[in-house]
């Protein structure tokens, strides 16, 4: 496993213990399930996930000419020390092979994941800094003022790449009060776009891992990881779905992405 150097930095005793608040049939890269695979959420909220302001910076967004899908960058929308703190509480809980709740067939997810429930305390004040930036609408459905608190991680490593697809919609989920379970939103609330929050980049030395979004014609364009950034785009399986690969990472430093799903409601 390739260790990111951020271990070293932040004190154990800022992180409580963590446990699994639910388990899933995970599939695993080259075909297979693990039956009980484990979602995590931490016994309290951590001390370094606590956030208040915004970066220094005004997050600002950016539209990707996709061929007439949507797609966007919004830049900045956490702060390095943030994202730092999102790969220790990811790497505290540990990468596996499996991915909880994910079904890709053999040879697509070529990489390591872990999935958590995080708290309103990390994921209301990202909502703050970017939600007007956000389509108020989307087909005819409203933006819900508030993410699903499962992020969805995943570690590159040397030669990982995730192989082309279609990301689905998904519920939105969230912790119960005694922190022991993680909750199904109703379900007339549904994710329509994927946040993909990258954690680091080429800055820290991460080598390709490049997010390729392909347009309707079969031709792409490639948006680079920026630590502190994110990118998003429409996912479900439409017509107007942007099709995508997490190209492939190589070289000692891993690359650390979120994925969040920005939810709407009919």
């Known amino acids: 496993m390739l260790a990111s150097p951020v271990h070293s930095v932040l004190d154990d005793a800022l992180w409580p213990a963590h446990r ?10 080259m075909g297979g399930v693990v039956p009980m695979t484990p979602v995590h959420a931490f016994e309290a909220t951590p001390e370094p996930l606590r956030w208040g302001a915004a970066p220094d910076t005004p997050a600002q967004r950016r539209d990707i000419d996709v061929g007439g899908l949507l797609a966007f960058v919004i830049d900045p929308v956490v702060s390095a020390a943030e994202a730092d703190a999102i790969v220790t509480a990811s790497e505290r809980m540990g990468y596996r092979e499996e991915a909880p709740g994910i079904a890709t067939p053999p040879g697509m997810r070529m990489n390591k994941s872990v999935h958590w429930v995080a708290d309103e305390e990390l994921m209301g004040p990202m909502f703050d800094r970017i939600g007007h930036l956000l389509p ?22 040397d ?10 919609a998904w519920p939105g989920y969230s912790l119960s009060d005694d922190r022991q379970q993680m909750l199904e939103w109703p379900s007339h609330i549904r994710s329509g776009l994927t946040m993909l929050l990258y954690l680091n980049g080429p800055e820290d030395g991460v080598q390709g891992g490049n997010t390729r979004l392909f347009k309707p014609d079969g031709t792409w364009v490639d948006v680079s990881p920026r630590k502190g950034s994110a990118l998003f785009f429409r996912h479900g399986f439409g017509m ?10 190589s070289g000692e430093v891993s690359k650390y992405v979120a994925r969040i799903n920005v939810m709407f409601t009919g």
């Open 159 to 168: 030669q990982d790449v995730f192989n082309l697809h279609t990301d689905g």
């Open 136 to 157: 108020p609408t989307l087909q005819g459905e409203v933006l819900v003022p508030a993410f699903s608190r499962r992020i969805n991680m995943y570690r590159y490593d």
């Open 20 to 29: 699994a608040v639910a388990h899933l049939p995970g599939s695993l890269p």
């Open 240 to 249: 107007d779905s942007v099709r995508h690969i997490g190209c492939q990472v």
